[in-house]
């Protein structure tokens, strides 16, 4: 068998990535087998730190020694796609900014054709932007904004509509313009970094930026959301931003240490003045993801920032993305139907257990919210709002994953799931959204008590996350979840051995949720795991273990029976 070979023809569905950046060449192999396609699994992920923005700065040209560290590069990753059995067709090298500008671009790319036998495939602007709106779409299982990606040579903005599956954009695709990361470190290093010239061309960044947001059309239908537009962002820049913004959040440390999915108010993304600070303090340890070249193009980041804030209409949230040219080409071509798949449902289906369907079901009964009757201050958040089933769906796939761990690392190995565990991986899942299944899945293993004293603190920190009135709930449901996992230990309904119904009632001022767990087995016959999960349902009405500030009073009842009884 020649290597490179498999017998299982799983190299079929493997896609080999070189993406040829200003900053750095990034290498990647994904697996598109069709069950998590959508996810975007990475099997490998290298990056070499070759800026060809920068070697080329003195006359244009690209060195012959760059062109050489790049080839050396090249046949090394030409080599680990033999050793994953990627398929020679299923490998692609797209080039950017840096190598369209060039002098010897022509040269370069035919000194790469020559010694690793691989073409060389040039973006144009245009489509530089549409595979980076594509990465942006992927980001999020919904869009809907103003999106820009900023490169080391170019910066690229649009705005984006998603939903079913289908990706709308700018007639015009995507607008390019010159002010990347290290271009503008360059420009701001030509005009100094104060006086009239830095002046000048701020006003020259502000007008472009303008005129791009007219040319790229913005629909009304997004102009008039309330409140104002949501921005995500893509790109090197950006990134090294945003955790510099995570390295100052307010909840410290910040749990999730993943870029994608994380969420700032305008006003924390706009604060300039403090993320230059943070970067210049000499007691500020190295920040967590942001390398020494990053950190010197900060001014140059604030200062595109304070145009953004001059130039775009008025923003709302804003939203980071690790969506870029390797997830843009592979988004932009999967099917519709692939596209509007839920990213936590994809991400946690390989774990499904074969009564799915029932299980969510017969969780859905449990989130019956209190009637608009006696709804009262500080507890109208809805139940049936916050878990959508997409959501319950990924819960119930994931809630047996970590069931065989020995007692003492089930609840922390499901707390950690979605930021360093299983799950932690998973591509286009919001930190939201990672917080709450991770605080779900914790709970349905005894939660807050059952962990270690080394987790309990991460546990409070993960809650922060959480939307104002959900932190109960997830304990709530988590426990909830617990007493099935008992009932139905393979996650295999063969037959109906419980049913649930939830009431509610007022009582002195206060909202009282009712939740009775019919058994088919007679009460004298459940084993003690089940008696444990049925008291920690009940304990979740106690108001010393309420979480996040608020919940209910719980009354168990067992086949009608109050179970405290």
Same mark, same amino acid.
Request: aromatic share 8%.
């Given at each position: 068998m020649a290597a490179g070979q498999t017998t299982s023809g799983a190299g079929r569905w493997l896609r080999g990535l070189v993406d040829?950046?200003?900053?750095? =060449?990034?290498?990647?192999?994904?697996?598109?087998?069709?069950?998590?396609?959508?996810?975007?699994?990475? !099997?490998?992920?290298?990056?070499?730190?070759?800026?060809?923005?920068?070697?080329?700065?003195?006359?244009?040209r690209i060195p012959s020694t760059t062109t050489q560290q790049v080839v050396k590069a090249l046949l090394r990753f030409k080599s680990t796609c033999r050793d994953f059995g990627v398929p020679d067709a *299923?490998?692609?090298? &797209?080039?950017? $900014?840096?190598?369209?500008?060039?002098? *010897?671009? #022509? #040269?370069?790319?035919?000194?790469?054709?020559?010694?690793?036998? @691989?073409? &060389?495939?040039?973006?144009?602007?245009?489509? #530089?932007?549409?595979?980076?709106?594509?990465?942006?779409?992927?980001?999020?299982?919904?869009?809907?904004?103003?999106?820009?990606?900023?490169?080391g040579g170019s910066t690229q903005i649009t705005w984006l509509w998603?939903?079913?599956?289908?990706?709308?954009?700018?007639?015009?695709?995507?607008?390019?313009?010159?002010?990347?990361?290290?271009?503008?470190?360059?420009?701001?290093?030509?005009?100094?970094?104060?006086? %009239?010239?830095?002046?000048?061309?701020?006003? $020259?960044? &502000?007008?472009?930026?303008?005129e791009a947001v007219g040319r790229i059309g913005i629909p009304r239908e997004l102009l008039d959301r309330p409140g104002g537009l949501p921005l995500y962002l893509s790109g090197g820049g950006f990134r090294g931003w945003g955790f510099v913004l995570m390295s100052e959040h307010s909840i410290r440390p910040y749990p999730i240490p993943i870029i994608n999915g994380m969420k700032v108010?305008? /006003?924390?993304?706009? *604060?300039?003045?403090?993320? %230059?600070?943070?970067?210049?303090?000499?007691?500020?340890?190295? =920040?967590?993801?942001v390398s020494q070249r990053r950190a010197s193009q900060v001014p140059a980041v604030a200062f595109l920032i304070d145009c953004l804030a001059q130039a775009l209409p008025s923003i709302t949230d804003v939203y980071f993305c690790q969506g870029g040219v390797r997830e843009g080409l592979l988004f932009a071509e999967f099917d519709p139907r692939v596209r509007a798949e839920d990213p936590l449902v994809t991400a946690t289906r390989p774990h499904a257990r074969e009564s799915t369907q029932e299980l969510v079901d017969l969780l859905s009964t449990a989130l019956k919210g209190p009637p608009s009757s006696i709804v009262r201050s500080g507890?109208?958040?809805?139940?049936?709002?916050?878990?959508? !089933?997409?959501?319950?769906?990924?819960?119930?796939?994931?809630?047996?994953?970590?069931?065989?761990?020995?007692?003492?690392?089930?609840?922390? +190995?499901?707390?950690?799931?979605?930021?360093? +565990?299983?799950?932690?991986?998973?591509?286009?899942?919001?930190? /939201?959204?990672?917080?709450?299944?991770? !605080?779900?899945?914790?709970?349905?293993y005894g939660g807050f008590g059952s962990i270690s004293p080394t987790e309990q603190d991460f546990y409070r920190r993960m809650v922060q996350l959480l939307p104002a009135g959900l932190p109960w709930w997830c304990m709530y449901l988590g426990r909830v979840a617990a007493v099935l996992g008992n009932v139905y230990p393979a996650g295999l309904v063969?037959?109906?051995?419980?049913?649930?119904?939830?009431?509610?009632?007022?009582?002195?001022?206060?909202?009282?949720?009712? =939740?009775?767990?019919?058994?088919?087995?007679?009460?004298? $016959?459940?084993?003690?795991?089940?008696?444990?999960?049925?008291?920690?349902?009940?304990?979740?009405?106690?108001?010393? *273990? @309420?979480?996040? +500030?608020? +919940?209910?009073?719980?009354?168990?009842?067992?086949?009608?029976?109050?179970?405290?009884?």
């Open positions: 040829m950046g200003s900053n750095g =060449i990034r290498f990647s192999i994904t697996d598109l087998s069709p069950q998590t396609q959508r996810i975007l699994p990475t !099997v490998y992920l290298d990056r070499a730190g070759i800026s060809l923005y920068d070697a080329q700065r003195a006359d244009g *299923n490998v692609r090298i &797209v080039a950017t $900014e840096a190598t369209r500008k060039a002098a *010897n671009s #022509e #040269e370069y790319r035919a000194e790469i054709r020559r010694a690793t036998g @691989w073409e &060389v495939e040039l973006l144009a602007k245009e489509v #530089e932007g549409r595979v980076g709106a594509y990465g942006v779409a992927s980001s999020y299982g919904e869009v809907r904004g103003l999106m820009m990606d900023l490169g998603t939903g079913d599956g289908e990706v709308r954009m700018s007639e015009a695709g995507s607008v390019s313009l010159p002010y990347g990361a290290a271009a503008l470190t360059q420009r701001i290093g030509e005009v100094g970094g104060k006086g %009239r010239g830095y002046e000048v061309f701020g006003e $020259e960044v &502000v007008r472009d930026l303008k108010r305008t /006003e924390e993304f706009q *604060n300039t003045q403090d993320v %230059r600070m943070a970067v210049q303090k000499e007691e500020t340890p190295e =920040i967590f993801r507890s109208k958040t809805s139940s049936t709002s916050l878990f959508d !089933v997409a959501l319950l769906t990924a819960f119930v796939q994931a809630m047996y994953v970590h069931s065989a761990y020995p007692k003492d690392l089930c609840a922390g +190995g499901a707390l950690r799931s979605t930021t360093t +565990g299983v799950f932690s991986a998973a591509h286009g899942i919001s930190h /939201e959204q990672r917080a709450i299944l991770a !605080v779900l899945l914790c709970e349905r063969r037959e109906q051995r419980l049913a649930i119904k939830v009431s509610w009632y007022a009582k002195k001022e206060h909202d009282v949720l009712c =939740i009775d767990f019919t058994f088919s087995k007679p009460v004298d $016959e459940l084993d003690e795991g089940l008696h444990g999960a049925l008291s920690k349902v009940e304990k979740a009405g106690k108001k010393k *273990n @309420w979480v996040g +500030g608020g +919940g209910h009073k719980v009354v168990v009842t067992v086949n009608g029976t109050d179970y405290s009884s």
